[in-house]
């Protein structure tokens, strides 16, 4: 016997049978997923639909109600007057015909004219609807954009750190074009398309009958179904070309953005052929788009010929047997283009709807993320008397599996420069941030002068203290704007003040545009010390009783850092001051420096007892002046 007689073979035809239905199943579940997606997406959609509707039908703003039904009045006057239009030119038709003649006695030469101003006051009723709603349209994209802008600013600072900031300002942009989009096609398009459909298909039916209007709605429905079906299939097309294109597109910048590596290697060949191989997929996609694109067009023409070519053929019929004139005849072929026109469109439109809805959803749902940091309802101002910052047993982890902060307690009295100092990683300026209540602690209590701040208005405890971050950004405007930044109103006397406290009047006074010198994108036009004292004078600026630097000199040269020193010193005068250093030069003379270690306070003393005791901080110290020295 064979060694592997024993075991069971399956018959081929079982084996070949298996990878259909496998293919099967899968098809399945494919066209499940989309099912799926599509009814959560349209689901998705209304809801966005519902969120709009109250900014274009405010309880508490009358005008925009007025606004609204005045547009939507003349909306219906311009669609009465566009289905009325093609029955004065039937009249004018039959008054021309031989032996023919009108019901209105206004001659030819009237009815023209009279066809004329219909034509006329259709267009003056559009044009007075969109300037009448004009203002109600900018006012509701305003209100989305401010409460989308205010929103993101009260949003944590955790929810920032995972998200790009240009992703945000892209998803506003996106969202508020949306809201544009759909209120000009829905409002403007869609429902007006949908009226007019309605009023057309009545005059058939009660002009001539129903065999007319049973023309017309078929050809609609066929077309609007042909439309859809086929735009869902070209969505999913132009997604996959859209996406070769950004393959093709990451490659070619990211070949160009080396382009000393690629010589270094001898690479531009391969480069090309790399570059070639993501644009010939994209052509491959491309085509496949041309050509659903080629189909859509020729199927839409298709249904409208022949529901234009039925219709005119019964109206060709009517006149021949004499129940119809040639001006009813004209006048059917009249409302069948004035149908198809708006049609044509329908497609694109539907897209974009589709498009608007999904932009308009994210950004309904970034103003449906909650606010981490949010004030008590009973929560009160802030009130400082001396500056006294406590930390009593603060625990805090930014994930809760990796704590950072294990129980630190500590005083800065009034007046006070206290430092905080450790390895990196030791939870340095998890406590800056703690203090600022970007985030707010898991267990024990901060507090500011006996009040915890989680108790306390946020916008009072911001006020209360000054910031001095290690990398001072800067808005890409002047210095005097920048600098004035730290209080709003401030004069032009209080901001040079703060600039000579800073230590960079005197620098700002050389420079040919003095205080109206642009400093660039972030500050970039100034050097590192020269941003730092900026930062420095708009803090001084603020004036507040507690100063918090976070680093302030750790990315600057040994004599900048002297010069920041010196300004920082003059800073901190009369206010507490609470420091949190790298290099430990810059803390000498504080008043109490406290040595973290793995989120725990391992020593504490004036820098000459620390010294003293040989422990952490001597170690720290004597390795940065050994490091300077060198």
């Known amino acids: 016997m064979a060694p592997n007689s024993a075991t069971p073979q399956t018959p081929p035809s079982t084996q070949a049978a298996d990878v259909p239905g496998d293919a099967q199943t899968a098809a399945k579940t494919d066209a499940k997923t989309d099912k799926a997606f599509a009814r959560a997406e349209r689901s998705s959609g209304w809801r966005t639909i519902r969120?709009?509707?109250?900014?274009?039908?405010?309880?508490?703003?009358?005008?925009?109600?007025?606004?609204?039904?005045?547009?939507?009045?003349?909306?219906?006057?311009?669609?009465?007057?566009?289905?009325?239009?093609?029955?004065?030119?039937?009249?004018?038709?039959?008054?021309?015909?031989?032996?023919?003649?009108?019901?209105?006695?206004?001659?030819?030469?009237?009815?023209?004219?009279?066809?004329?101003?219909?034509?006329?006051?259709?267009?003056?009723?559009?044009?007075?609807?969109?300037?009448?709603?004009?203002?109600?349209?900018?006012?509701?994209?305003?209100?989305?954009?401010?409460?989308?802008?205010?929103?993101?600013?009260?949003?944590?600072?955790?929810?920032?750190?995972?998200?790009?900031?240009?992703?945000?300002?892209?998803?506003?942009?996106?969202?508020?074009?949306?809201?544009?989009?759909?209120?000009?096609?829905?409002?403007?398009?869609?429902?007006?398309?949908?009226?007019?459909?309605l009023l057309i298909g009545i005059i058939l039916t009660v002009l001539?009958?129903?065999?007319?209007?049973?023309?017309?709605?078929?050809?609609?429905?066929?077309?609007v179904w042909f439309t859809f079906?086929?735009?869902?299939?070209?969505?999913?097309?132009?997604?996959?070309?859209?996406?070769?294109?950004?393959?093709?597109?990451?490659?070619?910048?990211?070949?160009?953005?080396?382009?000393?590596?690629?010589?270094?290697?001898?690479?531009?060949?391969?480069?090309?052929?790399?570059?070639?191989?993501?644009?010939?997929?994209?052509?491959?996609?491309?085509?496949?788009?041309?050509?659903?694109?080629?189909?859509?067009?020729?199927?839409?023409?298709?249904?409208?010929?022949?529901?234009?070519?039925?219709?005119?053929?019964?109206?060709?019929?009517?006149?021949?047997?004499?129940?119809?004139?040639?001006?009813?005849?004209?006048?059917?072929?009249?409302?069948?283009?004035?149908i198809t026109l708006p049609l044509n469109f329908l497609g694109t439109v539907y897209r974009e709807i589709r498009q608007a809805l999904v932009d308009m959803g994210?950004?309904?749902?970034?103003?449906?993320?909650?606010?981490?940091?949010?004030?008590?309802?009973?929560?009160?101002?802030?009130?400082?008397?001396?500056?006294?910052?406590?930390?009593?047993?603060?625990?805090?982890?930014?994930?809760?599996?990796?704590?950072?902060?294990?129980?630190?307690?500590?005083t800065a009295k009034p007046g006070q420069m206290v430092a905080i100092v450790g390895s990196t990683g030791s939870g340095k300026s998890t406590i800056g941030r703690l203090l600022f209540r970007f985030y707010d602690v898991s267990d024990g209590a901060l507090r500011i002068d006996g009040q915890d701040v989680r108790r306390v208005t946020q916008s009072s405890l911001h006020a209360a203290i000054g910031v001095v971050p290690q990398d001072t950004v800067l808005f890409n405007d002047t210095i005097r704007y920048n600098i004035a930044y730290g209080r709003d109103g401030a004069t032009q006397s209080e901001i040079e003040a703060a600039a000579k406290a800073a230590q960079i009047h005197s620098f700002i006074e050389s420079l040919p545009e003095g205080y109206d010198t642009q400093v660039g994108e972030r500050g970039l036009k100034l050097s590192g010390g020269e941003k730092q004292r900026v930062g420095i004078a708009r803090t001084l600026l603020k004036d507040p009783p507690i100063l918090l630097l976070d680093e302030a000199t750790s990315a600057l040269d040994s004599e900048t850092e002297q010069d920041i020193k010196e300004a920082l010193i003059q800073a901190g005068r009369g206010r507490t001051v609470l420091t949190i250093a790298h290099r430990l030069s810059t803390i000498a003379e504080a008043d109490l420096i406290v040595v973290l270690e793995q989120g725990e306070i391992v020593e504490q003393g004036t820098h000459d007892a620390l010294l003293a005791q040989s422990g952490r901080y001597a170690q720290l110290w004597h390795r940065q002046q050994s490091e300077t020295a060198s």
């Open 362 to 410: 994210e950004m309904f749902e970034l103003l449906g993320q909650p606010s981490e940091i949010k004030d008590d309802t009973d929560a009160k101002p802030l009130r400082v008397s001396g500056g006294e910052v406590t930390l009593d047993n603060i625990r805090f982890g930014y994930d809760p599996a990796r704590p950072i902060l294990r129980g630190i307690s500590l």
């Open 51 to 197: 969120k709009v509707m109250p900014y274009l039908w405010p309880a508490d703003m009358p005008w925009v109600r007025r606004r609204v039904t005045i547009a939507m009045a003349l909306l219906l006057l311009a669609k009465l007057v566009s289905v009325i239009t093609p029955m004065l030119y039937k009249e004018a038709v039959d008054s021309l015909a031989p032996e023919g003649s009108s019901t209105l006695m206004l001659g030819a030469v009237g009815l023209t004219v009279a066809y004329g101003l219909a034509r006329l006051m259709t267009v003056g009723f559009q044009q007075l609807r969109d300037a009448v709603f004009a203002r109600v349209g900018q006012r509701a994209l305003r209100m989305l954009a401010l409460e989308t802008f205010e929103h993101i600013h009260k949003l944590s600072m955790r929810y920032h750190i995972t998200r790009k900031t240009g992703g945000l300002s892209r998803i506003i942009e996106r969202g508020v074009k949306g809201v544009d989009f759909l209120l000009r096609f829905m409002l403007f398009s869609i429902g007006p398309l949908v009226l007019e459909l």
């Open 229 to 338: 079906a086929v735009t869902e299939w070209r969505v999913k097309l132009r997604r996959q070309m859209n996406d070769q294109d950004t393959d093709a597109n990451q490659k070619a910048i990211d070949s160009l953005l080396n382009f000393e590596t690629v010589k270094y290697f001898g690479a531009e060949a391969r480069e090309a052929r790399r570059y070639d191989a993501a644009m010939a997929q994209y052509e491959i996609a491309a085509i496949k788009t041309n050509y659903s694109l080629a189909f859509l067009n020729f199927g839409q023409s298709l249904l409208i010929t022949c529901g234009l070519v039925g219709v005119m053929i019964l109206a060709a019929i009517g006149v021949q047997d004499g129940t119809l004139t040639v001006g009813d005849f004209v006048m059917v072929n009249a409302y069948m283009l004035q």
């Open 208 to 223: 001539f009958d129903a065999r007319y209007l049973l023309v017309v709605s078929v050809t609609i429905a066929l077309y």
